[in-house]
């Protein structure tokens, strides 16, 4: 079959790329685009570490065909801060030290940001069930989770960023 | 080198077309998270993927708990978990679809690809059945209705046949005092397959005696059980020490389980046994009307 | 300079690390990340069987296939002799190195690499794998440690002779090597003791599971030049493996440091790189290499998994008379399991008269077992600790208190030789006793569990620099990977040393024709070693800035003084200046001498060891046999915490891999001796929701011999974990595990055990 041509728009930019079949959107992000944030930590969407944002739900980027991704609107890691400006989620992780060896860091991120759009003030048990399909090796998430509920208490206007 | 071929039909007469008239293997896909594992590890070389999505209806939800829901069957997991209406009448079933692997998963995961995968320890499976659900197939000899139980004929295969996928799901109509729940058990907390699932609905009188359930049992078999020796423990019953006992014992007869890199067949056998009790109690409680019985 | 009574003002503090903007937005680029122009893809045929000859490798169909540049085999690698290398962690021979990477006349596990290609694209690859045609002669395969010991066993290699035993065997043997350590008389201790205690503990393999498959980029250039990009835990041990497994000089290959995405001692050799640099020279263009999860587990290196017999003699009072420890580690396919330092640490926490420990290091038809984060300790202890634990028991003890009472201080000597000094051992018991954690109330069906962890950190070879531009800003350079912080922690002690801002120190991390030589990072060496290159670097800099200042102001450079990143006259004697600071001096640099920097190689030595001290509070369902972890503390002697945040961070996930290892971690064998659960889905690592806060409390005892008093903290957290949580079971339930992981079917068979005793009761 010769290659799909697919139009959407990735961190707010129109965007088309060419794809076979077999390539899952992972593969065009990192491959075709050139988006290299998202990660390939297993293919088969048990670790997140490739985690996007397709029409406003957080997914594995693994388990979808890039074909799949026509008419859609696409959140990379790349699309999170705006500009310079980091996301709450970014600024946090840092103060934090909530990354290591910050590979699993884009894919944690991406599906923390999803985590606070949709439930701005989690419990820590609800964060740490949300985030269970993101793996993290090096932090034991204590970190991870501290970083993400102070970024909530940012984001409803608890505390000063 | 085979090339794979991609259609994403916006109609269901192109969608069976294709999938009738295919030279080769056609996979349906509609949220892709078995799928893709299956393409990628090499397990599956089809040679036509026919993507569901943008068959109109296909991911809504409709009706309510007295006329019945229907649910479209590419609708993913997270959509499932939102409605409202569909949480208070079943809460068992909308349990069951979310405990199915990560968020990340619950963005894209269906009730049709979780049935038609056929894996004996599919969670959403049970409450699909304990609930009474039907299946409504398309084809090329229509529309037909299947209860949902009859789908799954062994690991990884179906009854339908050739061209046809399945349209939407309907679950019946809600008796009063009815309340439904799935447990499963995992090593860890999340993202693990089921060693054993349990689903079970059921509906009591005002004396908070049963007079209707179904108990189904999942990664204990080769396929997802319905268990009528379970629910006959529990029907004419209250959930009292003796029923539950009752109920424990015919769960775990009913397991023909295998030793595998998820369980043993004696430790699955006594955890069906320890899930019935726990799910039955949840599920007693909802249909009692108790606040706060939730799962996790 | 010692700076550790210093009023210190950067060290100690928790700056945002300087690598971080690029790792919070995904730019950072990884092993997989890096591109080239006109780059093909490689991949790897990995044997299907555990154990077979290979009779003949067919290639010709994969080379005609189109769109296919060069295919490989061992053929391709040059025959190297037997020759022990010491440039990773842990034991390695050049040659079974070659050998892993490709195989030669046998695979010895299922997924062994027998041949590679690269092509246009990574379906062509594929394709062209499924072309390459493979005679094997299958042979019985061996798999578990005891099992592969037997007179019968399958061998492996028929020119491994068991070393350590006398008189030599002339009869091969899947017993690599027997190690001993004695110290005093152990059976006389035995028999002189009130109380014994034995215990035979297995454990299972696991894997370093670090998040980020291997991955790396090749070009070797027609000239005969190599260049590496990949993630590694040391570039110039990539640089080394590459020259003598290819036979290509030292100085002709590049190897630059990608960032590296976990390694846990998983990435301290090679798998890929050899193989890619192989495929370039044939194909001619650059070869990007990455290895599947599937792969990971399969080929790469999980630590070994073992059996051990214990055994403890003791007194009424509490006083240990008397230690024994038998231990059988898998190597996997290769010689080298961790079998040595597994024999030290057990019982080096203790100061114990009569000690007598055996290891065995035994191969079988699974991957060679690479280094993973205290290799070898963790196995030992978790037998000695839940030991321990049964004799305090026994003998009515706290199992804090008889730990006191036996512990290692100033002056004991260890078991294995070296006698310790400057260690934090008691003040870290002391500190777990005081923690709130240990008198916490617990309810009906809880336990709680304690248990020590020691390993004795290295430190080696390293190089750092420190240049100082011409604004005055700094440029600190390390010659090691950072795997978990050390840009920032290196960056702050040249802040430090320099009296400058640690905004005002980057850090960055040179390829291996840009830096003098640095040992790999590992062994929890590089804030130690490394660090110790840094600020001698940056001391040489201030000697420096002190002379340029000395001669702007024509006075001897006696009376000059450097204080908070400023020249001083040192008195009022000295003379009225104005004081210079660096940006001032940096725009005299080429009057006052030239460029201002300095770059240190030295070989660190006074490492100081670390000693850990973990209490778990489980809850266990007795019907399914789950384990929940309610509140985990982790308290550590850390020396110094240079960057307090990183070091809490080593020890928390430290902390999670052990309880990782503790509860669901295994390597899965089926009936053909092929892993059965070579994917996260079955290989069950933590996730968020199985582990509560890990609380990491930092103890401080100097290490004197480390200008700021640091001492490597990286590994000691992992060891503790597996009895911690034993220890909390058995308090929970009366049931004492052995075998890890104790996962809930076991915990259930456990409880189902001693249920009918209990009942009788």
Known sequence: MAKHHVSAVINGEPTEFLCETQQTMLDVLRDEIGLTGSKEGCASGDCGACSIIVDGRLVCSCLMLGCEADGTTITTIEGVAQGDHLHPVQQKFLEHAALQCGFCTPGLIVASKALLDENPNPTEEEARYWL?????????????IRAVMDAAAVMRGEKVA | MPSLNYAAPTTVDEAVKLLAGATGLAKVLSGGTDLLVQLRSGRLRPDLIVDTKKLPGIMAISGSAATGFTIGAATP????????????AWPGVVEAMDLIGSTQIQGRATLAGNLCNASPAADSVPALYAAGATAVIVGPNGKRELPVEQVPTAPGRTSLAKGEFILEFKLPPRPANSGDAYLRFI?????????????????????????AARVS??????????????????????????????????AQAACKPIDDKRGTIVYRTKVAGVLARRVAAIAFDRALGKAGATTH | MNYVSSDLKVVGTRPIRPDGVEKVTGRAQFGADMRMAGMIWGKVLRSPHAHAKILSIDTSKAEKLPGVKAVVTAKDFPHIANEEAFVGEGPMNFRDLSRNCLAWDKALYEGHAVAAVAAATPAIADAALELIDVNYEVLPYVIDVEDAMADNAPVLHEDLFTAGVEPKPTKPSNIAKVVTFKKGDAEAGFKDADVIIEGRYTTKAVHQAYIEPHACLCWHNPDGQVMIYSSSQGHFMVRAYCSKLLGINIANIRAVPLEIGGGFGGKTLVYLEPVAIALSKKAGRPVKMQMTRDEVFRASGPTSGATMEVKLGAKKDGSIVAARQVLKYQAGAFPGSPIGPGCMCGFAMYDIPNVDVVGYDVVSNRPKVAAYRAPGAPISSWAVECALDDLARKLGKDPIEIREQNGARNGTKTHYGPTHQNIGFLETLKAAKNHPHWQAPLKPG??????????FNIGGESSAGCHIGEDGTVVAVS????????????????????????????????????????????????????GMAATQAAERVVEDLKRRAAQIWEIPVEAVEWKDGKAYPAGSNAGAFEPLDLATLALRAGRTGGPIGAEVSLNAQGAGPGFGVHIADVEVDHETGAVKILRYTAIQDVGKAIHPSYVEGQIQGGAAQGIGWALNEEYIYDKN????????LDYRVPVASDVPMIEAVMVEVPNPRHPFGARGVGEVPIIPPMAAIGNAICAATGVRLHDLPMSPPKVRAALDEVAPKMAAE
């Open chain 2, 187 to 211: 090593p860890r907390t999340e993202m693990d397959i089921a060693v054993v699932g349990c689903g079970i609905n059921v509906t009591l009188d005002a004396n908070g005696t049963c007079t």
């Open chain 2, 217 to 250: 049992l999942g990664a204990v078999a080769p396929t997802v059980l319905l268990v009528d020796a379970a629910a006959k423990t529990l029907i004419g019953h209250k959930l009292d020490d003796a029923t539950l006992k009752a109920l424990d014992a015919a």
């Open chain 3, 446 to 455: 809880q336990g709680r569990g304690i248990a020590c962890g020691f390993w």
């Open chain 3, 673 to 680: 001796g092929k892993m059965d659960n070579s994917g996260f």
């Open chain 2, 77 to 88: 997991g997270a959509v499932i978990e939102a409605n409202e209406a569909l949480k208070q």
């Open chain 3, 479 to 530: 010659g090691n990977p950072d795997i978990g912080g050390s840009r920032a922690s290196i960056g702050m002690m040249v802040a430090e040393v320099l009296g400058v801002p640690a905004e005002q120190v980057r850090t960055i991390i040179p390829d291996t024709s840009s830096i003098g030589f640095s040992f790999l990072t590992g062994g929890s060496r590089v804030t130690f070693a490394t």
């Open chain 1, 132 to 144: 269970a399909g993101n793996l993290c090796r090096c932090t034991g998430y204590d970190k991870v």
